[in-house]
């Protein structure tokens, strides 16, 4: 496949699932949500190293769009389901920072046993949950 089809079919595949993973944020109850996410994964693919970059480009390029306005969560369970889609193992973790005298909250993927994060503010998040990864 060329780069920019390959380019193409990322950013649609990042824009359906922003849409539908803050759809669901907004529509069903958390329980339901992190259920999901917490499924073991149905096959693993050990090959598919490349695309893990391919599908964090692509959800950082869709989710900082103006019209999409994606935070983090959202970010993080579309960057969950796509790696889920292809069989690549990978973590939903939350966690929270303490900023001045407030809290604030934070959703980041891990990828495999080695734990890729692409997230270079998540070393200040104490986390609190995480969903998924290989059992």
Do not use: Q
Request: hydrophobic residues 50%; proline residues 4%.
């Amino acid at each position: 496949m060329k780069i920019g089809a390959r380019r193409r079919t990322y950013l649609r595949e990042a824009t359906a699932t922003l849409a539908i993973a803050r759809l669901a944020i907004r529509f069903m109850p958390p329980s339901r949500i992190f259920a999901w996410a917490n499924r073991p994964l149905g096959r693993i693919n050990r090959f598919a190293v490349d695309e893990v970059d391919w599908i964090f480009w692509a959800v950082e390029r869709i989710s900082a769009k103006p019209w999409m306005n994606a935070l983090c969560l959202p970010s993080a369970l579309a960057a969950h389901a796509m790696l889920r889609r292809r069989g690549i193992a990978s973590r939903l973790c939350l966690g929270v920072a303490r900023d001045g005298s407030e809290l604030s909250a934070h959703a980041w993927i891990e990828v495999g046993e080695d734990k890729v994060v692409r997230d270079p503010e998540v070393r200040r998040f104490t986390r609190l949950a995480e969903f998924g990864g290989i059992r």
